[in-house]
């Protein structure tokens, strides 16, 4: 199975910083790989799919990029509603996803 | 706006088998992929396996071949079963529809609220 290292798995952060967070795969993905916001108690939303496609209806804060291994979300301007976990999963069969990561108030 | 409403039953004894159910309101089964995805405090997000709309199914084979998956188009909703559950297999499982474009699958876009599973005797 492809492993999915996702960093930093916990990260303190004020509301109008640039967040990013790192995925990287075990081997090769090409582009198939999402990312999720997740907050407590609800499921995983999906904001970026193929790496780098904004899912509809998500603020453009959200970007992805990255392609091969090595992934990364950014969030341009953190605003309060973004203080959640982040999850990134690959689509080569088996799925699997990354380790998360908190993104907390500084 | 399609919705997803998982259910099922919260306690399950260890050696029984989980069964669960996806009730699908907004849209044909039939139009797309699905996915069962479950979470626990020990594996994070966990696949366990997708379906086409055409009903071939893909499990994940660490879960050796104790999960069935299947739909029902005149009930539109979707099943899982997992046999010979243990505390290993306590978590959230959820339902989810999958994005693809051509032949790949890209994305979990639209998911159910969860349902709790907890594996106790």
């Known amino acids: 199975d492809i492993q999915m290292t996702q960093f930093p798995s916990t990260l303190s952060a004020s509301v109008g910083d640039r967040v990013t967070i790192t995925c990287r795969a075990s081997q090769e993905i090409y582009s198939f790989l999402a990312w999720y916001q997740q907050k407590p108690g609800k499921a995983p939303k999906l904001l970026i799919y193929r790496a780098s496609t904004l899912q509809s209806g998500v603020p453009s804060r959200f970007s992805g990029s990255g392609s091969g291994t090595e992934f990364t979300l950014t969030i341009s301007s953190l605003e309060p509603d973004d203080f959640a976990s982040y999850y990134c999963?690959?689509?080569?069969?088996?799925?699997?996803f990354g380790q998360g990561t908190k993104v907390e108030i500084k | 706006q399609v919705q997803l409403q998982e259910s099922g039953p919260g306690l399950v004894k260890p050696s029984e088998t989980l069964s669960l159910t996806c009730s699908v309101s907004g849209d044909s089964i039939r139009n797309y992929y699905w996915s069962w995805i479950r979470q626990s405090p020990a594996k994070g997000l966990d696949f366990i396996g997708y379906f086409s709309h055409g009903g071939s199914t893909f499990s994940n084979p660490s879960l050796n071949s104790r999960v069935t998956m299947s739909m029902d188009t005149s009930e539109n909703q979707l099943s899982l079963k997992v046999t010979s559950v243990t505390a290993a297999d306590t978590g959230i499982y959820y339902c989810?529809?999958?994005?693809?474009?051509?032949?790949?699958?890209?994305?979990?876009?639209?998911w159910g609220h969860g349902t709790t599973v907890s594996v106790s005797s």
């Open positions: 989810a529809r999958v994005i693809v474009l051509g032949p790949q699958l890209h994305g979990l876009d639209v």
């Open positions: 999963q690959q689509f080569n069969f088996p799925w699997t």
